[in-house]
């Protein structure tokens, strides 16, 4: 009743020519008695609850109930069970009396057909290894090829570098030509600095007295203030 209360009070409260599609309406719940979720309450937590006493006649009457309802359900069980077998004997679909002979035949059959199901299988799988490990030998292969070049590569960049360094040996300064190479260097005296220009034109040494072979062009010249 209180859900549907609150439905008409939803209902009544639209405006006029308003339907009620959109609308929602509120429903109240209220536990006639505690959720099972919540805990026991504290005040009854340690209490033990009074087991209630039974007169011989009530006693005697449920005991009699409990043993016909027994004995009623022993006598369902058995009556489907007979009710089975029956059906198992009568039917000729799932149940078929096969002589000794066609049993080790049916039997040898089956086994046959497993056996066969077993050697294609076993077919399958030696074809699919053979593919693997042959694959796996060409990947194999292919690396070490690939780690040989790069043994060949870094041997011969070994090599060239090795001759670099040979032929930049013979102009080291060594213990025995100190003496000549200090004295060429302070008879050739070298000036690393130099200049541009707006020209682009580059002028070597600090106080050089070369001219720029052609002038600048009109719009690289600096104007003046």
Not at 30 to 59: C, D, G, H, N, Y
Not at 123 to 142: F, G, P, S, T
């Amino acid at each position: 009743m209180l859900r549907a209360g609150c439905q008409l009070l939803t209902q009544s409260a639209l405006p006029a020519g308003k339907t009620g599609g959109n609308s929602f309406a509120l429903e109240f719940v209220r536990w006639r008695r505690k959720p099972r979720w919540l805990p026991v309450a504290k005040s009854k937590m340690f209490r033990v609850p009074e087991r209630k006493k039974q007169t011989e006649e009530e006693r005697t009457e449920l005991m009699r109930l409990h043993n016909h309802y027994k004995t009623q359900l022993r006598s369902v069980r058995q009556f489907l069970r007979e009710e089975n077998v029956r059906h198992d004997e009568t039917s000729t679909v799932d149940h078929i009396v096969l002589t000794p002979e066609q049993e080790e035949a049916e039997f040898q059959k089956c086994i046959d057909a497993n056996a066969a199901w077993n050697a294609a299988i076993a077919k399958e799988r030696d074809q699919r290894l053979a593919k693997e490990r042959e694959e796996k030998v060409a990947y194999v292969q292919e690396r070490l090829e690939a780690r040989q070049v790069r043994e060949e590569e870094r041997k011969e960049q070994a090599n060239q570098r090795v001759l670099l360094e040979i032929e930049r040996s013979k102009t080291y300064i060594t213990r025995e030509n100190l003496d000549a190479a200090i004295e060429t260097a302070l008879a050739n005296p070298v000036d690393h600095n130099y200049a541009i220009d707006l020209a682009g034109n580059l002028y070597q040494g600090r106080s050089t007295t070369q001219l720029p072979d052609a002038s600048p062009e009109p719009n690289q010249q600096v104007a003046s203030n």
